[in-house]
């Protein structure tokens, strides 16, 4: 049901010509606090100027339901931004895209790929476990010395994506996956730090160190994945499609069937490398960070990590490795990942939606062009919602029997048109991994060390700090 109509005008931080609400705006806090700060002051919903932008803030379930699906497809567009519009060659990816029917159609290709290489088939299991195998190794190679799990936990997450992508395996030290994990941190460190750039767009006429960097990256990128197009190209044969890239360039080839031919419309060269790219890109940082954060919370809470090895022991044992059909029986793993997107969510504020039209949120006219920014932080730890929502209790994904529950109030992957894409991906991702590691190691914190940091950082993804762990091997065979 709508949230009663709003009496009054939606209440507004200050604003100044040209600078807009940003001397308001410059708290020492990341967006999402700053946001539910401001919240509780002007109420769950407000707006400010970003300079010359009208902006909302969404920080309450109802109107975030109003936004994402009750009313999606008003929302369902995206701003410019000089950072983003660098690096998708004018908008010709999914994510950063504003809505179009071309858009539509290349969301739907993409969300059709995955199906086939991944959800649903036993495709994306080998190659995850393989990798979980290699990950297992190096870690479990530290003997007894205390280890940042960062760099590995990424190699491994890496090595899945460029499988499923382009079809690419790399060894430890292979200078080709040494270069992708740089230039994808630089965009990481850069695509962010734009702020300023993306609500001025006029700025760029300056020189700036970001734009220098990004085009730098962006370069590095561009040069690997042609190459990859091209070999892809030229060895690639007809209806069967090795990985991600041969499935996109077949859709744009005249033969394929009906549906994905229609679908492949209007696929350049340059929408192809851009989606290709950016599976790759959000492939790997979402897993990875989502990983390191539940590292970083099973390191601070023992209890939770041996409630995870016992469910894991009497459901799988030592004596095979974990597969995606045990899933289904290991409903307080899912319980501890749940916790770890709820508590700590990759995107605390979502990338943000324009209204595409005139429309309304709580009752209150929207103009058409209003940039709408979810707040998905205030919503995950919502008192309302959460009992001690600042507290890492994965039992909320339970209920007294046990069995899983899926609280309204949980929207890591957000909803509505603009949904991920890959969420079912992730999910199987997320839990081959943990399974696979916790099965064969524990995590302990060094004697000595620091407990992790669990405020992060902020860029594009919220990222924990870098922290260190002690592997302790678990016995093989039967417990
Ligand atoms: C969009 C979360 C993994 C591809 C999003 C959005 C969120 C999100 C919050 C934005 C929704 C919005 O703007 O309203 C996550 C989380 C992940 C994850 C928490 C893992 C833990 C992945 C993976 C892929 C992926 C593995 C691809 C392989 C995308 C794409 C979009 C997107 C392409 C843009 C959709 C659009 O704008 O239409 N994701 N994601 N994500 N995600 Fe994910
Ligand atoms: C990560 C760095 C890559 O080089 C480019 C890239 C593409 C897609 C982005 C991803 C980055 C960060 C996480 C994003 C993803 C699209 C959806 C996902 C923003 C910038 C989330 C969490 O919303």
């Known amino acids: 049901p709508d949230p009663p109509q709003q009496q009054g005008p939606m209440p507004c931080l200050p604003h100044l010509p040209l600078l807009g609400s940003l001397p308001w705006l410059r708290a020492h806090l990341p967006p999402h606090l700053l946001f539910t700060q401001l919240s509780h002051r002007y109420g769950p919903l407000y707006s400010f100027y970003l300079g010359p932008h009208y902006t909302v803030v ?68 080998d190659i995850v476990l393989s990798a979980v195998d290699s990950l297992c190794d190096e870690l479990q190679g530290s003997s007894g010395a205390a280890v940042d799990p960062g760099p590995a936990v990424s190699r491994a997450v890496t090595n ?6 382009f079809s690419s395996t790399y060894g430890r030290h292979d200078p080709e996956l040494a270069q992708v994990m740089d230039y994808n941190n630089g965009i990481v460190e850069t695509i962010a730090g734009g702020g300023l750039l993306d609500i001025y767009p006029w700025l760029k006429v300056f020189p700036s160190e970001v734009l220098r960097k990004l085009r730098e990256c962006i370069s590095v990128r561009d040069r690997l994945l042609t190459r990859k197009l091209e070999e892809h190209k030229a060895s690639m044969m007809e209806g069967a499609p090795r990985d991600l890239l041969d499935a996109l360039i077949q859709a744009q080839r005249p033969q394929g069937q009906r549906s994905a031919q229609q679908e492949g419309e209007g696929l350049t060269d340059d929408h192809v490398l851009m989606i290709a790219a950016e599976t790759f890109g959000a492939g790997v940082e979402t897993t990875s960070t989502t990983l390191l954060w539940i590292l970083a919370y099973l390191v601070h809470h023992p209890q939770v990590q041996e409630r995870v090895q016992k469910e894991l022991d009497e459901v799988v044992g030592r004596g095979r490795g974990v597969c995606v059909s045990d899933r289904p029986h290991l409903p307080y793993l899912d319980s ?40 998905m932080w205030a919503i995950h730890h919502d008192p309302k919602h959460w009992e001690q929502p600042d507290l890492f209790k994965p039992e909320r994904f339970l209920d007294d029997k046990g069995c899983r529950v899926t609280p309204p109030s949980f929207l890591p992957f957000g909803a509505g048109p603009r949904v991920c894409v890959g969420e079912s991906l992730a999910r199987m991702e997320l839990f081959l991994f943990l399974s696979s590691l916790l099965q064969r190691m524990s995590f302990r914190l060094p004697d000595g060390a620091p407990p992790p940091d669990l405020q992060g950082r902020v860029g594009v993804v919220l990222q924990p700090l870098p922290f260190k762990v002690l592997v302790i091997p678990r016995e093989k065979g039967q417990p």
């Open 58 to 125: 969404i920080n309450s379930l109802p109107h975030v339901k109003e936004v994402l699906l009750q009313r999606g497809k008003d929302f369902a567009g995206r701003p410019f931004m000089v950072t983003t519009d660098l690096l998708t060659r004018g908008g010709k990816d999914i994510a950063f895209s504003d809505f179009s029917p071309l858009w539509k159609r290349h969301r739907r290709l993409v969300h059709s790929s995955f199906t086939l290489f991944g959800e649903g088939t036993h495709k994306l299991q």
């Open 160 to 165: 899945v994506v460029c499988t499923l992508v």
């Open 336 to 375: 501890v990942t749940n916790e770890g997107l709820r508590i700590r969510p990759v995107s605390p504020v979502l990338i943000p939606h324009t209204a595409l039209r005139d429309s309304s949120i709580g009752g209150h006219f929207i103009k058409c062009g209003t940039r709408v920014l979810v707040n």
